[in-house]
C-alpha cells in the first residue's frame, strides 16, 4: 500500500541527510499496532471495528493493546495523525527555498501523490462515511489536518512572503488557494470512486497549471 510519506533519509533544511533512531520494541509494537488497526478499519469500517477485533487480528491480548491506546477512538486518531504528520514534513522540508516555484511544483507534486494514494483516499473515505453519526471525528479530522499539516503549508507561504517572493500577506488565505488548485477535481474524483490512481504525467500536469496560476497571481513582478 502507498505510505503517504518516505520518511528515511529525512531532510533537514540544508539539505543534509539525517535519520532517526533506531525505533523500540515498544515503537515497533506500537507500529504494529495501528497497521493491523488500519486494516480493520479499511475492511469494515469505523463503525464495524471493535479494539476485540483489533486485538483478535493482533493475535495477543486486550491488556496489551489497551496499554498503547484507551479506545478505538484514540486508535483512528492516532492513524490520522501519523498520516498528517508525514504531510507536514513534507511542507516543512520544502520551506525557505530559493526558488520558490520550483519548489512548489515539488512539493505540490509529493502532496498531490500523498493525498491521491489508496492509504489517503480510504482513511478520506471513512470519515465521510462516519461523519453523519459522529460529527465528532470529522471534527478530530480537521483539527489535525489544520493543527499539523495546514499551519505547516501557512508557515512555507509566510516565509516566502517575508522573503519577497509572493506578495501574500494573508498566507492563510494563500495556502487554501494553492491547495484547492493543486486538488483540482481529481481528489474529489478518487475520494467518490469515479477515477483511478493518476499517472505521474498526469499529476505532473495538474501541479505545474496549479503553480502558474498561483504565481501568475501572487508572485511578484520584477521592478521596471
Same mark, same amino acid.
Given at each position: ?37 488500519? !486494516? ?33 477512538? #484514540?486508535?483512528? @486518531? ?10 507536514? #514534513?513534507?511542507?516543512?522540508? /520544502?520551506?525557505?527555498? #530559493? ?19 489508496? @492509504? ?9 462515511? @462516519? !461523519? ?13 489536518? $489544520? !493543527?499539523?499539516?495546514?499551519? =505547516? ?5 509566510? +516565509?516566502?512572503?517575508?522573503? *519577497?517572493?509572493? =506578495?501574500?500577506?494573508?498566507? $492563510? ?6 491547495? !484547492?488548485?493543486?486538488? *483540482?477535481?481529481? /481528489? ?7 477515477? +483511478?490512481?493518476?499517472? @505521474? +504525467?498526469?499529476?505532473?500536469? $495538474?501541479?505545474?497549471?496549479?503553480? #502558474? ?12
Amino acid at each position: 500500500m502507498v505510505q503517504f510519506f518516505m520518511e528515511m533519509p529525512t531532510k533537514t533544511l540544508k539539505g543534509a541527510a539525517t535519520f532517526k533512531d533506531a525505533p523500540t520494541f515498544k515503537d515497533q509494537r506500537r507500529e504494529r499496532i495501528i497497521q493491523v488497526a488500519r !486494516s480493520v478499519f479499511y475492511e469494515v469500517g469505523y463503525a464495524g471495528a471493535s479494539m476485540s477485533m483489533i486485538s483478535s487480528r493482533l493475535g495477543g491480548s486486550k491488556a496489551t493493546l489497551y496499554a498503547y491506546f484507551n479506545s478505538k477512538e #484514540d486508535l483512528f @486518531e492516532a492513524i490520522i495523525r501519523e498520516q498528517c504528520g508525514q504531510i507536514a #514534513d513534507l511542507f516543512l522540508a /520544502h520551506t525557505g527555498t #530559493d526558488d520558490l516555484r520550483a519548489t512548489l511544483a515539488v512539493m505540490g507534486r509529493e502532496l498531490l501523490t500523498a493525498i491521491m494514494s489508496d @492509504e489517503a483516499v480510504r482513511t478520506f473515505q471513512l470519515i465521510v462515511e @462516519e !461523519s453523519h453519526r459522529n460529527p465528532q471525528l470529522a471534527e478530530m479530522f480537521h483539527n489535525v489536518i $489544520q !493543527s499539523q499539516g495546514g499551519s =505547516n503549508l501557512v508557515n512555507l507561504l509566510q +516565509a516566502a512572503h517575508a522573503r *519577497g517572493q509572493i =506578495n501574500a500577506p494573508n498566507s $492563510q488565505e494563500a495556502a487554501m488557494v494553492l491547495k !484547492s488548485l493543486i486538488f *483540482g477535481d481529481c /481528489h474529489f474524483k478518487r475520494i467518490m470512486n469515479l477515477a +483511478a490512481q493518476p499517472t @505521474e +504525467a498526469h499529476l505532473s500536469r $495538474q501541479v505545474d497549471l496549479a503553480v #502558474d496560476i498561483f504565481m501568475a497571481y501572487y508572485g511578484v513582478k520584477p521592478a521596471g
